[in-house]
């Protein structure tokens, strides 16, 4: 299993963006919505049309079972609207090109991002990456390491900062000054 990190480069995020967008509006909102909401990509791929209509999204999620609703931000709203019109009532969000109405899968989302990552230079990067990048943001604009814990049902804010590499940015700051 590699281990992935968060984008921390606004710059990066947002040239990933343009290179989704130009190449599939399913792919780039796919991206959007996970880096705004935090949700695992199981949770994201199960999402429909009827999903993205509302101000919050309300899943049970895949992995701990518990009930979860999270505000939709009011940026990314208007383009969610404007994609889910142009689905078919009941249809997946990210469905598959193979047919019937069903979702992508996860190595599908993994292909996608790894594409859009190596367009711009990025390694260690997998589907957790929109999940991670979500926290450091959301962390580097609050600093509300609890806040964050309780979104990603987190044991304890070490745990959090971890896994949105906040820690390994401070190591990394360490090694930059260290000299003999």
Do not use: C, W
């Amino acid at each position: 299993m590699n281990f992935v990190q968060p984008i921390r480069d606004p710059e990066k995020i947002a040239a990933m963006k343009k290179y989704l967008l130009q190449r599939s509006k399913r792919n780039y909102i796919l991206f959007v919505l996970g880096i705004n909401t935090g949700l695992r990509i199981s949770d994201l791929l199960q999402l429909k049309k009827e999903d993205l209509l509302q101000t919050h999204l309300k899943l049970r999620e895949k992995k701990t079972r518990k009930e979860k609703r999270i505000r939709i931000p009011p940026s990314i709203r208007k383009e969610l609207i404007e994609y889910a019109k142009t689905l078919k009532d009941g249809e997946y969000a990210f469905r598959s090109r193979q047919g019937g109405n069903r979702p992508i899968d996860r190595s599908t989302a993994y292909r996608i991002l790894r594409e859009a990552a190596e367009y711009v230079s990025l390694d260690e990067v997998g589907t957790h990456t929109l999940r991670k990048t979500f926290g450091y943001h959301f962390y580097q604009q609050t600093k509300d390491v609890a806040m964050l814990q309780e979104l990603f049902n987190h044991s304890s804010p070490h745990i959090t900062l971890k896994y949105i590499g906040v820690n390994q940015d401070a190591m990394d700051k360490a090694m930059l000054k260290y000299k003999i």
